[in-house]
């Protein structure tokens, strides 16, 4: 399977904690993108990258949250000093060029107690 | 700030019966894609429209870009339990200067199809 991959599939973390997670891209993607999801909503944009530039970082996107994509292939997300708020779907999705078709791993979910 | 409306948030049906989802926008977008997502997993791309006024069709679903490119309607002929799920409507915004076009998700409708 040559999708986009996520993990971990679940995280429970206790509030004030760090976590990490990673993407892995479809690997012929050169851009690879974050969403948060909540309960009732859909996927909102948070940052995007172009190979391994940061092109792009939604407000949503706090001084708590920082993303890298090093060489261009796998991206890592990580929420410093976790909130209750920051509980959510944390999605991956990635795309070749200005095609623009997305194609989403199948999510992270984050929960802060 | 671009919003995209869908309706109706919630549709609960039986078997064999049609339905229609809409989605609603003031802003023109470059194409509008729509997905579906099942409880716990990502959405899944279902297909994109780019021109306006487009139909495509995908087995018993029909997807409509309207003529202005701000709005899309999806048609669902004698769904079936299969068919149960998130239905979400993601417009691509037309390219800026940055040279991005962003992803623009509606909140999504929740269809239950019950047998």
């Known amino acids: 399977d040559t999708g986009v991959s996520q993990n971990p599939r679940h995280k429970i973390t206790k509030r004030g904690q760090n976590v990490t997670f990673r993407c892995d891209p479809i690997s012929e993607h050169n851009r690879l993108y974050w969403y948060r999801q909540t309960l009732g909503q859909g996927p909102e944009f948070l940052t995007y990258f172009q190979n391994e530039a940061q092109l792009e970082k939604s407000r949503l996107l706090s001084d708590r949250f920082s993303a890298e994509r090093p060489k261009g292939s796998f991206s890592t997300l990580e929420i410093q000093r976790t909130e209750q708020g920051d509980s959510a779907m944390y999605l991956c999705?990635?795309?070749?060029?200005?095609?623009?078709?997305?194609?989403f791993g199948p999510g992270t979910r984050l929960t802060v107690t | 700030t671009q919003l995209l409306e869908q309706s109706p948030q919630f549709l609960s049906i039986q078997e064999g019966e049609n339905l229609t989802v809409y989605c609603n926008s003031s802003s023109v977008f470059s194409s509008l894609q729509w997905y579906r997502q099942e409880p716990g997993e990502g959405p899944v791309l279902l297909v994109t429209v780019v021109t306006g006024g487009e139909v495509k069709k995908l087995k018993r679903l029909t997807f409509q870009f309207g003529d202005a490119r701000k709005d899309s309607s999806l048609h669902i002929t004698a769904a079936q339990p299969g068919d149960t799920g998130l239905y979400l409507c993601a417009g691509l915004t037309l390219l800026f200067s940055g040279g991005y076009n962003k992803l623009i998700f509606g909140a999504g409708t929740r269809l239950a199809v019950h047998p």
């Open positions: 999705a990635s795309s070749f060029e200005r095609i623009g078709e997305q194609y």
